[in-house]
């Protein structure tokens, strides 16, 4: 099931810099979109959401970034921290599919010191 | 803060054998949710519950699989007949509190199963 990409598997930033994660879908059903961090052995915790309708939505160091157009987003973390590195998932549900999640494969993001 | 939590987070099992997950999801929640993920994997969905039955289910939700609300707080997972290939974690998730956005999940520890 391809319908979620998540085209790098692994990003390594400098504390404090930009971290910039993508996310490409396929299924132009979807209209509600996530990003979830994950620790091993925990499960996925929510970070922050965006509707279809909107282009941009803000909380905190966290902002996610909808192109409806290319069937694109992103996570934008700044500044990075030693704490933020962790596995992050995109998600996509769509309310006529019963806003089931659809994940992509993940990115692994190392934060150095 | 309202959690889900889950148990066991680990349960090892026989080939062929029952087990039973169980979930506890956030307690305003109405929109319950079981996923999983193989070993290497994407997480993926199998199967929603909202009003006491099932809204959705994956290919994989086949008749080995079965939930189950047996009372307000609880929310179980039940595979009849275990297989290697069920081996997994498996992620247990709410959503829709009162007044609260039904699509937006959150998603409990985890229970890692593992069938011999």
């Known amino acids: 099931d391809q319908q979620v990409k998540q085209n790098s598997p692994s990003l390594s930033v400098q504390e404090g810099r930009i971290s910039i994660l993508n996310c490409d879908y396929t299924n132009s059903m979807f209209d509600y979109f996530l990003w979830y961090k994950k620790y091993p052995a925990e499960g996925p915790t929510f970070l922050i959401s965006?509707?279809?309708?909107?282009d941009k939505n803000e909380d905190g160091r966290f902002t996610v970034f909808l192109n409806k157009s290319a069937k694109h987003l992103s996570l934008h973390i700044v500044p990075s921290q030693p704490g933020d590195s962790a596995v992050y998932f995109c998600a996509a549900s769509a309310e006529a599919a019963g806003n089931k999640l659809t994940f992509g494969g993940g990115t692994r993001v190392l934060v150095k010191p | 803060e309202p959690e889900v939590t889950q148990t066991p987070s680990h349960q090892v099992t026989q080939m062929g054998q029952e087990v039973i997950l169980r979930c506890v999801p956030i307690?305003?929640?109405?929109?319950f949710y079981w996923y999983r993920q193989i070993l290497g994997q994407k997480v993926e969905f199998l199967v929603s519950f909202y009003n006491n039955e099932i809204s959705e289910k994956s290919e994989i939700f086949d008749d080995q699989f079965s939930v189950e609300r047996p009372d307000g707080s609880n929310f179980t997972l039940k595979i009849r007949s275990t297989k290697l290939e069920d081996s997994a974690m498996y992620f247990c998730?709410?959503?829709?509190?009162?007044?609260?956005?039904?699509?937006?999940?959150?998603f409990g520890p985890g229970t890692r199963l593992t069938v011999l």
């Open positions: 307690s305003n929640h109405l929109y």
């Open positions: 965006i509707s279809s309708i909107k």
């Open positions: 998730a709410s959503s829709g509190g009162a007044g609260g956005p039904i699509n937006t999940q959150y």
